[in-house]
Structure formats: structure tokens, C-alpha cells
């Protein structure tokens, strides 16, 4: 039997070894397939922890993202993008949090939450550089992240032309898919329209053209012209999903 002063000896070393917990925050980026994941993570003394997520339709989750770790003297943001989820589907998530290099359960997870997926719509996503590096470093491509419902309408996400250490970068504002070609208007943070035709060659050869808006400003995605376009990737991938 532990008497007064072992006890008290025990809770002191618990004190101090401290204990982590996770906060769950809403989730957010929330689309048909994919959402992004929040939370914060901390410990009731500084010191390492380890992180994660679990997920799931039910409160029994069954899916957890990959563990990670940070040293913590206060409470930090954490994310973490989830993909493959059913479109139109509710999903339930928690942060659970436990002190680093213990095999053991999580010292606390979060309360539950849960987002509800969006119907169905077209993706387009990836990336598409043409590369150089005999003489001097060059790079030239673009990037994108784009979503939009089934017909086009509501689009979002975000999209970048760039050469060099010259980037362009702003807000998806349209987006039209034929084929395996698509058009991504953006707007950049100068309030220019800019337009993004891509074109989908298969796991290799995907190219590009970027130009300015027609009249200079995008009511809506022009109709993108037959490719392969100008500028044809030797780095990196495009996709194309265009839902019915």
C-alpha cells in the first residue's frame, strides 16, 4: 500500500511529466471528396507530443491520418487533409494527442465533430513545370487546386502561373471542363483576371498556355480551345474529373 508521501511523490512526477490533449476545431476546405482537418494540440507541461486524427461515418471513427510531433510549450494549430471521402456523406473527427514516444493510447482526444460533404462536382488539380538547369536555374509552370459543382457553377479554390521566382497566384473565380481539357479563371491580388487552359495527356505530356482575360475581366470561363497547348510539362501531373 503506497502511504501519504508516495502518493504525493507520484502526483508531483505526473505533474511534471506533464500530459498532452487536443482541441477540435471545425473543419474547413470541405469539398465532395477531401476536407481539411483542424485542431489544437498541447500539453499541461512543455515537452514532445504526438498528434493525430481519427475519422469516420460513426462515433467508432476507424480511420486515423498519419502521427506526428512537435515540442509544444503552448497550445498550436493542427491539420491534417483527408481524402477519398463519399460525396454528400456526414463524417465524424476528433484530435487525439498523447506525449511523444509513449506506445500507449492517447492521453486525450478532443470532443467530436462533424461536416457533411458536398455533392459531387469536377476537380481539377496538380501541377505542370517545364524545368531547365544546364545553364542557369529556370522554371516555368503553373499550379492548381480547383473545384467546382457538377455544372461548373460555384467555383472554388486557388490557382498560380509562375517563371522563375515570378509567381502569380489568386482566388479560382470559374472553371470549365471538355473533355480532358479545362479553363481555370482566376483573380489575382492586383484584381487581374487571368485564365488557365489545361490540358490532361495521360500520366506524362500534360501542358498549358496562361493568358489574360478576354476584355480583361472573367464573367465566365471561356470555352478551352482544342490542345496539346504551347507549353508542354517535362515535371509533374494533371487531373481531370469531370462529374456527369
Not at 510549450?73 to 506525449?99: M, Q, S
Not at 544546364?134 to 502561373?161: C, K, L, M, W
Request: charged share 20%; glycine share 12%.
Amino acid at each position: 500500500m503506497m502511504g501519504k508521501h508516495g502518493a504525493a511523490l507520484l502526483g508531483a512526477a505526473l505533474a511534471l511529466a506533464g500530459c498532452g490533449y487536443g482541441v477540435t476545431s471545425p473543419a474547413s476546405s470541405v469539398r465532395d471528396t477531401t476536407a481539411q482537418l483542424n485542431g489544437f494540440a498541447d500539453r499541461t507541461e512543455p515537452g514532445g507530443i504526438e498528434w493525430w486524427f481519427e475519422y469516420g461515418q460513426t462515433t467508432d471513427y476507424g480511420s486515423t491520418t498519419r502521427v506526428d510531433n512537435y515540442h509544444v510549450t503552448g497550445p498550436i494549430p493542427v491539420a491534417f487533409k483527408v481524402k477519398d471521402l463519399a460525396p454528400e456523406t456526414t463524417y465524424h473527427y476528433r484530435l487525439c494527442v498523447r506525449d511523444f514516444e509513449d506506445d500507449g493510447p492517447a492521453d486525450s482526444c478532443g470532443g467530436d465533430r462533424t461536416f457533411v460533404t458536398r455533392p459531387a462536382g469536377d476537380h481539377v488539380s496538380g501541377l505542370i513545370e517545364i524545368s531547365s538547369l544546364f545553364t542557369q536555374p529556370f522554371h516555368f509552370g503553373i499550379q492548381v487546386d480547383a473545384f467546382s459543382d457538377a455544372d461548373g457553377a460555384n467555383a472554388t479554390g486557388g490557382a498560380q502561373a509562375y517563371a522563375d521566382d515570378f509567381v502569380v497566384e489568386g482566388a479560382v473565380i470559374c472553371m470549365r471542363i471538355v473533355g480532358n481539357r479545362a479553363a481555370i479563371g482566376y483573380r489575382t491580388a492586383e484584381d487581374a483576371d487571368e485564365v488557365i487552359y489545361v490540358y490532361d495527356n495521360g500520366s506524362s505530356g500534360d501542358s498549358f498556355d496562361v493568358e489574360g482575360a478576354p476584355g480583361g475581366t472573367l464573367t465566365q470561363c471561356p470555352q478551352p480551345p482544342p490542345g496539346p497547348y504551347a507549353n508542354v510539362s517535362n515535371f509533374g501531373n494533371i487531373q481531370l474529373i469531370d462529374t456527369p
